[in-house]
Structure formats: C-alpha cells, structure tokens
C-alpha cells in the first residue's frame, strides 16, 4: 500500500540539489526550500559573489560554484566539482533566463544579431550542457522510494508558449529550451529521470531592501499579482517528489490575475 | 515573509471537498486523501451503494450522494444537499469519464450516434453543469490563507491532448471538457477560484481483490507503468493548496515508461 | 513528373460539393466557387429559403435542402437526397456556428444549461453526423488524380484553439469539433480520406445590401480587417486539391490585424 | 467583388523570389514553380556550383548564390547582391534543415556540444537573420493586389511539433524556429508582411537518377507516403498569394499515410 502523505514532509536526506543560475529570485527561493528540506544544496552562477549568495551561504550551508554555463568545460567543471563536494545530484535546476540586456523589446529588424546569438547561448545552450551532464551522472543513481533517479528541471517563460512581437531572440531560446526538455523528457523518463518544463506566464516577484517579499506590479493594489518565487519553489519540489507513476511533465504557472 | 513547508501538511480542517463521479479508482483515492488531510468529503455517484463506496464511508466518514451530473435539476440537488450535510464546498472534483461502453474502439463510419449523444452528455455536458454550481457557490466563499475561494478539478484523458483513430466520440467529449476548463479559467481564476484540467495521459491503476493496488499492464513486468489514483490524487491536493499567485491550469500526469 | 499549377485551374468536373450550413457568408462564397469552378453544388440549412441560398440557385444552378443537421435521421436523409440529386459528395463543408443567440457573453454561471446543450447538439454533434455519413459514402469513391477519395472540412472558430472567458459553451462546442475532426483525420486520411479543421480566428465579413462585401470593423479605416468569406473559400477548394502526399489537416486563418 | 481563382493563374510578374538553402528536394521544386509563374529566382547555397543548382539556371533562368547563411556578414552580402540582380524580394523562402551529420539519433548523454552548437546556429540563427534582412526590405514594398508588401516562409519539422527522443539538438533548432516565425508574424503581419511556419511532418521525397521523382520509403508498395516537394512548393505559392485579409501562420504538411 502506498503511504501517503509522508512524501513531501520527508525531509529528502541523501538529496543533492544543483541550482545553475543564481540571483535572489527563484534560485534562493529553491535554494532555502531544498536546504530546509534536508538536501545538499549549491548554486552556480558567473558571478557566485552577489551578497545573494553569500547569505544563503550563511543562513542555509548553501555551497557556491563559479561557472559560465554556456561553457561545455565550465560545466564539465562544475559537475565534478559538485560530485566532489555534495556527491552526484539528484536535482537540478537550470534557472537562466539568457537575455541580453541589449535584446529587450527589439523589433525584429533592429535586434543585433550577436545579441540574439548571444541569448540562444546563454539560454538554449546552457540548458542541453546542463541537461546532459545531470542526466549523465543520473542515470548511475540507484532509484529513490517515489523510483526516481534524478529530477531534472528547466525554468522557462511564456515565451516558450506564444512568440511574442519585438522579442524574437528570447522567442526563439525559450522555444529552444521547451523542445529540449521534451526530447529529453521521452528519452530519459523511461530511464528513471524526471524531465520537467516550467513556463512562468508572469513577472517574477522580488526580494526588497528590507527583505520581505514584492509581488506587486507597479500601479496596481493587488498584493499577489506576480508569481511568488517561494511557491514556484514549492512546485519544483512538489515535482521532484512525484512518483514515477504519474510523472508531470509541463506545468505553467501563473498568478491568478494573469491575463492569458 | 512566506512560512514554506508547512502549506502542504496542515489539514485542511474547513474544507470541504465534492468528488462527483464514484469509483474504485481516482475517486476512492481522492477521498481517502481529502479525508486524511480533514476535509468533510462526499463522493457522488449514479449509484452510491458500490461496496467501494460504503467503504469509504465506514473508513473515512465520506458521505455518499446520488446523482446523474448530465440531469441539471439532479446537480442542483446536489450541490443542495452538500451545502446542507457538509457545508459549501471549498474543492469540487469532476472525476467522470462519461464513455457509454458500446463506444470504445468504433470507428467513425459504425459509431452509434446515441452513444455519441450520449458521451457527450455524460461527460462534457456533466463537466459544464458541475462547473456551474461550483464557481456559483465557491465565489461566495471567503478566501483561504493561499487566497483561494475554491478549486474546481476536471479529470481528463489523453484524448483531450490528442483525437485518436476510432475514438471520435471520445475526443470531442475530453476536448471538450479542456475548452470548458479554459474557458472557466479565464473567467474565474481572477475571481480567486482555481480552476484546472488534469489529463491522464495513461492507463490507470486499480484496487485488486486482495485489496492491494495493481499498477501493472498485463504481460509487462514493470509495476508501476500504470498511473497510480493514490498519486493521482496527491497531485490534486497539491493544487488545491497552490498558492493564487501561482497556479497552475492545467497538468498532464504519465507514467515514466508512457509513450508520447 | 508532376504537372504543377494545372491543378488548381482544373474544373473539378466531376465533384460533388455539400455544404452544410447554410448562409450569406462561408457557406455562399464556397458554393460560388465550387460552382464555378465546375462542381455539382448543395447547400443544406434548417431553413433554405432564405434569399440567399434562392440567389445561390439562379446565379449558380446551387441545389437547396432542407436538413436539421442535429438530427441524425434528418442528415440520413440529407445525404440520401444528395446522392440522389446531385451524386456522391467528393467534397463536404461542415459550416455551422451552432451558437443559441442567448448563450453570448454569458458568464459561466449565469450561462443556461439548455442552451449550452443546444450549442453543444448544433456544432458538435451535427459535426459527428455529418463527417460521419461523408466518410461513409466517401470510402467507396475511386480516388481522383491527386489520390483523394473525398475531402471533409470543418469550419471552425478560435475558440476552438483557446476558452475565453465567457464564452465557455463555444469552447465546448469548439474543442469538441476539432478533437472529432483530428479523430477523424488520423483514422480517414490512411483510407484516402482528406479531413481539415480550419480554425477562422476573426470576425467574418459579410454581404451588404448593395451586393458589395463588407469587411470593416465598425470605428476602423481599414478596409480588410475582417476575414473575406471568398478568400476562406479559396483556402477550402485549395485543400481539396492538395495532392495526398502534402495533405494540411489544420489551417487558422486571420486577418493580417487580428491580435493573437 | 472579388475575382476569384485568378489570383493561384496570374503570374507573380513583379515578383522576386529567394530560396535560402539549395537542393534537389525543396529549393529546387519552389524554384521550378515560382520560375514557371512568372517570379525571377534566386536560390543561395553555401555550395552554389551543385549540378542540381547548374541545371535550375539552365532550364529556368534561376540565379546561383554563394552564401553561408549563419553568417550575419554573409547575409547581408546575398541580399544586397539579390537587390543588385534581381530587385527586392517578395518572397524569401529559409529551407535549411541545419543539422550536423553526427547529430543524427545520438542520445543526450552522448551528443556532441558543438554538433549541438553548429546545429543550432545552422538552423535557428540563420533563420533569424534572413527573417531580418528579407524584413527590412519587405517593409518598404508597396502591397501588391492582395495586400501583402512580401511573404516569409520558414520550411520546419515534425521536430517543430514534438520533440523526439535521441534528437535534442534538432528539436532545440526547430522549436526555435517555431517560436522566432511566430514572433515575426505577430509583429510583421500588421505591417503587410506575411510570416509562415510550414512543418514538413514526413520524409520529403527525391529526385531519382533519371529525373523522376521518389516518393516511396523503402520496403513499402505505396508510391506516395512521402512528401512531393512540388507540392510543397505549390503550397508554399499559395501561402504567398493569399489575400491579407485570411492569411495562414501554421500549415503542417503530412502525407495520407503519415502516423502522427
């Protein structure tokens, strides 16, 4: 018989969790949950010395890994570095938006074209490197209680749902990515790796200077009008701990006021 | 600052939850789930005296209801009676297949127009009138500390996502439903109730003889390539405790060895 | 080698055209060109005396019945009669909206359950009936020079690629039409059966008084905002042709200012 | 009144077409058949001296050009050369499929990052920077008698739709394709500009030694169960001819006897 319930309170032991992509967002979100959870956690990032980082250092044993992730050997990297640390990873998140500042609102015939070179970098490629290193290492995994190896999840955007005008560059990497995550979604489920894609159809809340949350759009008096970084984290750890009998693959998250 | 962890494990003692569509499978497992985590639960069905369900009742306290959900004076009795036995529910649960037997596996040209008739009453018609008195009562409700009025669930097939040969009656009746749930989405979730449309992308499992739950299709040796209802419904749970900022519409639940 | 371009030029001599539906929009300008472009033309509509389809019988020889589409006696005897007036349909246009005017706009809690049923009988269930006795008669036709033995097109709306909000009775109907037609598109085309779904995601001009087309939205300057019935109908005739070995199944079209 | 079935006959006399991406299959079918209605034609090719190209020029007047369209330099070079020798076009076809040889069916785990990068800027960038140049142009052409200032249609794969197993590098680059041609369209088309994605769903058929066309997978009786690129390209001239009014974004392609 199955016991339910027990599954998400469980603090997840012998987990080892890789965040790659850090800022105060839904990395330190991930980051707090998955240490308060009882796993292993780091986070990389180009630059791991935001004072971001160095507080989830402080407050949650977060560990902090230097890495250019559209860089094959700087994920190598990585990935020996956190099996040398933490030990092989049980979940990872690739949590990089991608973008160029430069390539925001551009209309197709002005974007610069290394900008948006640049942007299918940072974002698509990154993501297949990550993805493939995690589900090299995954596969060895003995399968937990829920007969997962691995959870391996994309952080994506609304973008990977609908091409919207003056935004072809990020169009065309969260697209990337989305058809990613479904190639390797039916190659490795069947290998005991969970594969997930989370489309975030919303703006991102925020940490402010005196640490509490924002979550509110500029002009507007609803509270929670944008997606609180702390309950997408919930769902990806929600997802991690899915049995492999009923396995999501896609979940779009959005506030309930979204237009759609 | 959000008190994470905790959302997932405190009883949701107010609640009360209405599974419409009675069975073995998804429904039983929904409302041993719901009752576990304190809701007042009721399961509704055409006919509520199965052994499943009296056994739900001596086990869990769920009440039973009667209820043909295509008949409109037949659901607003019995959104009546729920408000009068267990209150105004907070999570209402669409948990009908709908498929008149001598539908399955017909192709076009034979399909009986009366069972075609027919399946679209019993499930997509029956989606529509439960929805109706769901929201009607739900957007009355107070929300809860997620923000919440109310969820309202549609369990779905894989034929929502997809119209298979042979199968035209089917495909109308889930896609169907998938547009009612959308359509009720937009329109609701901005009035704080959560609306989502859960498509089991497989076979799924049930109870044995012996009592024990059977996951396995006949000839394979895989024991959990069948998607499992105790998980099915912890995936429902989940989203009734989402958080509004963050909802999720709609997810498609597989097994890890499903073809897709 | 293919002889291209001559395809389109062709008079379909030999083909029957049924169109079911009956109206000044779609259904007129298809029954023109089918016309003129050499086909044996019937339009079917609950009530064909409308001046209409009477124009469509002096300028264009179009044959009028009378068929309640939702009825499945009635489409019986509709198909009877086509084949004995005018031949064994090559080619079938499922035209209907279906819409009872009363269910526009309706919140989904305010929306009357009979009327949702109507919507639901009138599109969905008159779509099944309708493909289903095309597909009947159309599996005994030697196929034509492109390979086809019959082409079956279901007009549709965008409602049937996204719910809106109240409008939920259409996106039942809606969806519902599309997953019978992506059924009956898996199923038929193997037997040399062409099906197409053709989503039309605009408002639909119209004729007005003086004879002349209208497709300007009121408060707009511009002239073709609107979706051109004549040109809908060329996109119909221009499936038809499509060789069997490049068949297209779903075709959305919209007006080059629509916003999507 | 609009004058119907003139519009697929009329030659495209002022128009320029440019082929991006040359071989026997596409590229040369869409060559023959825009040379034929009237079009003067370009087709670029990293390799312009192919016999497939040498013999194009010699029986329909098409002219060759050299470039490497992942190179944004290049780029710019072919179409300020397709201005100087042929005019502006008004019709750019991006037919480069992009995949790297060792890409073909390797697993995640085992795929070559630069065979994943190269795949990825062959397709996906290069698509965005004949999107751009072909845009810039087009947006200064007057309309011609449909409305439409120039046509931009991106040749995709059932990759574009579904993203297969051992096949991540060439879902990525048509995913990306997909979401960049949909964010073009949603910003070009209000500008008189009309952006296709057409998704081939098949193997496309050949040019056999003796000139005629292949068009039967091996081991299989049915001489049509792959794509007929002349088909293709008559689709591809009717997406150029549609009146703006009911443009089509989105046109799979599948042969009858496709699984899908």
Chains 1, 2, 3, 4 share one sequence.
Not at 12 to 33: F, W
Not at 147 to 157: D, L, R, V, Y
């Amino acid at each position: 018989m199955t016991d339910l319930g027990a599954s998400d309170t469980e603090p997840s032991k012998n987990d080892v969790a890789l965040i790659v992509g850090g800022g105060p967002g839904i990395s330190a979100s991930c980051a707090r949950l998955f240490a308060n959870s009882g796993m292993f956690v780091g986070v990389a990032a180009r630059n791991p010395d935001k004072p971001a980082l160095h507080n989830l250092e402080k407050t949650h044993g977060v560990r902090r890994f230097t890495c250019d992730a559209s860089e094959p050997a700087a994920v190598d990297l990585l990935f020996e570095n956190v099996v040398r640390d933490l030990g092989v990873p049980t979940l990872v998140v690739h949590n990089i938006d991608g973008r160029v500042p430069g390539i925001y609102r551009k209309a197709i015939t002005e974007a610069d074209p290394s900008m948006v070179f640049e942007t299918l970098r940072n974002s698509a490629f990154s993501a297949f490197l990550v993805g493939q290193r995690a589900a090299r290492l995954m596969r060895e995994n003995k399968p937990n209680s829920k007969g997962t190896k691995g959870t391996i999840i994309f952080t994506n955007a609304s973008a990977a749902l609908k091409g919207f005008p003056s935004s072809g560059a990020f169009a065309m990497a969260c697209h990337a990515k989305s058809g990613l995550a479904q190639s390797m979604a039916r190659e490795l489920m069947p290998q005991g790796i969970h594969v997930a894609n989370v489309p975030i159809d919303a703006a991102i809340g925020w940490t402010q200077e005196d640490g509490t949350r924002g979550h509110r759009r500029a002009g507007t008096t609803i509270d929670d009008n944008m997606a609180d970084p702390d309950y997408i984290a919930e769902t990806y750890l929600q997802l991690h701990h899915q049995h492999r009998s009923t396995w999501a693959f896609e979940v779009v998250l959005r506030p309930w006021v979204e237009k759609w």
